[in-house]
């Protein structure tokens, strides 16, 4: 490890107030059997919790494999993202770079080694990812993510898809050719204002892809300090976020020459959908002019007016419904159906969801309890999930919907 030059692997870890969960990120690290030299570069964005304090007695015990950045002042919310990239990009030296954010930790201890040997010998591969379990910090439950139902290679048009719907791959399974993401990266993926979904793009489209279905790390999901809790409890970041990956997408479709504007142009329509029904009138947040006027569109489908006529046309009299959906977004479309005279059976999700028994005062049914009686339902889903939703229900026999929350092609 004394020569710089053999190092491998670089461990990227960004950290911001993980006090309680840090030591056990790097012990997960350290436990790693592995057969070359790899460094730890951590990035510690200004905690204030005793973190940094944590991390210094790592780096005394560890300083040939510990490396650190230490900000005197938060970065990330000044929505200054390039000290974070500049610590990834020039101070890791591996020939790969794999990646664990401050609050989550690797399970196996042969993740490491596994990655690298495939790496190796696969040298088309530019980037693989694996199984991780998603633990809820909040209630305690932990489930599989199972990103990709088996292990190979996937499409590019397949790892694009994939994170931007309900499946994930967990940032911790990431392990990639560092010198893929150097390379004429684009000013426009520095400004996403988060680093997990364009840094997989990135690398993904300089060589193949291979997951592994094998679980060897864990998510933090909803941690003290993280990301996806920030913006959870603020709106206005949350909207900033949803406008900057709205931008992200477009501008990265175009970097792309287009391969995949039909998958992003969904993801645009779900994200800002989403955002219509979570805040409120967020208009004056939101630039640039294309994503306001789509606002006002998915605000207009959300106070009903005229598909719920569409919908009344296409039913038998007096007949109810079933809802496809368990968001926010079926409780604004339950709403709107009641407030159009229509009456509401329930709610239904794809067989396999985690469910309750009850949402907005009525029962959760999953689709296949619902089959054979030629029901009719009102998809309330993201556009992004409305064809996978659909499909599902032509496999159970059910071909009565109405997917009223999709933007036609004129409003495009």
Request: some cysteine.
């Amino acid at each position: 490890m004394e020569d710089q030059k053999k190092v491998e692997v670089s461990v990227f870890v960004p950290v911001y107030n993980h006090r309680e969960y840090i030591a056990q990120t790097l012990d997960s690290i350290l436990m790693q059997k592995v057969t070359f030299p790899y460094e730890i570069v951590i990035h510690d964005d200004a905690s204030t919790d005793g973190t940094t304090e944590i991390i210094r007695e790592y780096e005394a015990r560890y300083p040939v494999i510990i490396r650190c950045m230490y900000q005197t002042e938060n970065q990330f919310s000044q929505g200054n993202l390039h000290p974070i990239w500049n610590c990834q990009l020039y101070m890791c030296r591996g020939k790969y770079c794999a990646m664990l954010e401050g609050d989550d930790y690797w399970s196996d201890p042969d993740k490491l080694q596994r990655q690298y040997d495939y790496m190796e010998s696969h040298p088309e591969c530019s980037l693989y990812m694996h199984n991780a379990w998603k633990l809820d910090v909040q209630t305690g439950s932990k489930v599989l993510l199972n990103t990709f139902s088996q292990s190979g290679y996937y499409s590019q048009r397949e790892q694009v898809l994939c994170g931007l719907g309900s499946k994930f791959p967990a940032t911790g399974s990431f392990f990639f050719v560092l010198e893929y993401l150097r390379k004429d990266l684009p000013e426009f993926v520095i400004e996403a204002g988060v680093g997990d979904y364009p840094i997989r793009q990135i690398v993904a489209n300089k060589g193949a892809v291979y997951y592994d279905e094998r679980p060897m790390s864990v998510y933090r999901y909803m941690t003290r300090g993280s990301f996806m809790k920030s913006i959870r409890d603020n709106m206005d970041k949350y909207v900033d976020y949803i406008v900057k990956m709205c931008v992200f997408y477009q501008r990265f479709s175009e970097y792309l020459d287009h391969k995949f504007d039909d998958i992003y142009s969904m993801k645009i329509d779900s994200d800002i959908l989403g955002m219509a029904a979570a805040t409120y009138d967020c208009r004056e947040q939101v630039e640039p002019a294309w994503l306001q006027n789509k606002l006002d569109i998915f605000y207009r489908m959300l106070s009903g007016g005229q598909w719920i006529e569409d919908v009344k046309k296409l039913l038998d009299r007096d007949e109810a419904v079933w809802i496809y959906g368990t968001s926010t977004l079926a409780a604004i479309c339950k709403q709107s159906l009641e407030q159009g005279n229509i009456p509401v059976k329930g709610f239904v999700v794809s067989d396999g969801y985690s469910k309750a028994d009850t949402f907005d005062g009525y029962m959760v049914r999953y689709v296949s309890e619902t089959k054979g009686n030629n029901d009719f339902y009102v998809i309330a889903a993201q556009p992004i999930n409305q064809e996978s939703i659909e499909r599902v229900l032509h496999t159970n026999g059910e071909a009565r919907y109405y997917s009223p929350y999709r933007l036609s092609k004129e409003e495009k």
